[in-house]
């Protein structure tokens, strides 16, 4: 699994890389710029306005499962924001689809409902 992980974050900067220069034949290396400096921006905005709407959530939020998840969209907005910090086609995908409402509180839905069935697991054994 960590040889599957490492080969997946050395692969991906180098298509990244590939498919820059690919689309900075196409339509232009001063474009391709362009696009990755305004990808930077607007995933900065998102990510702040994104931010203060999880940060306002958890200030709400009263139970321990509304927390986590809180917590865990919160990481999913860090994540999502280095992602489009990094110049890339692959790594603004993405972060982009990350930093979305719908996507990131899904992701965090099935990641907490994964972790409460296991803890029921553990403890139907004991």
Do not use: C, H
Not at 108 to 119: Q, W
């Amino acid at each position: 699994m960590i040889g599957l992980v490492l080969l997946f974050l050395l692969l991906v900067p180098f298509i990244d890389l590939y498919l820059l220069v690919k689309i900075s034949n196409i339509i232009g290396f001063w474009e391709v710029i362009a696009i990755i400096l305004i990808t930077g921006m607007v995933g900065a905005e998102v990510m702040r306005r994104e931010g203060a709407y999880v940060l306002k959530k958890a200030q709400r939020s009263v139970t321990a499962g509304e927390v986590t998840r809180n917590v865990l969209e919160g990481l999913l907005l860090v994540g999502g924001g280095i992602l489009l910090l990094l110049p890339g086609v692959i790594s603004d995908i993405t972060g982009l689809s990350i930093i979305v409402r719908p996507v990131r509180e899904r992701i965090a839905a099935r990641i907490t409902n994964k972790g409460s069935k296991n803890v029921q697991i553990e403890f139907q054994r004991l």
